[in-house]
């Protein structure tokens, strides 16, 4: 069995959290969020679902909603998670996702 990568975990954690605290903002009636174990599920109004999970043996952060999923590694000179398909960053492609289904623009710097 392979020991985890520590940098990883640490830098995976620490941008869930961020974004669990920004999220947490949130009227809890549009979308209710639970952190716990490196996963952050978001569950929505109408009973939806979005997960946001750290992958430590691939050392990725995974999202998947709906039908959607993508992988984020994280860039070593910018410190962002980029899609794994080049299709944006975490932050980015996770705020435009709740926009859409909030039917609001979102914004999580």
């Not at 549009?30 to 996963?39: Q, R």
């Not at 998670?81 to 914004?107: H, N, Q």
Request: glycine share 8%; net charge negative.
């Amino acid at each position: 069995m392979t020991q985890p990568d520590h940098d990883f975990v640490a830098a995976a954690d620490a941008v869930m959290r961020d974004l669990f605290t920004r999220l947490c903002e949130f009227d809890p009636d549009e979308v209710d969020c639970d952190l716990a174990m490196g996963v952050l599920t978001m569950q929505f109004a109408d009973g939806k679902k979005f997960v946001l999970n750290r992958q430590s043996a691939a050392s990725q952060i995974w999202l998947a909603h709906g039908v959607s999923a993508y992988h984020f590694a994280r860039d070593p000179q910018t410190g962002r998670w980029l899609d794994t398909k080049g299709r944006g960053e975490l932050r980015e492609l996770l705020a435009r996702a709740i926009g859409e289904k909030l039917g609001r623009p979102v914004s999580l710097p």
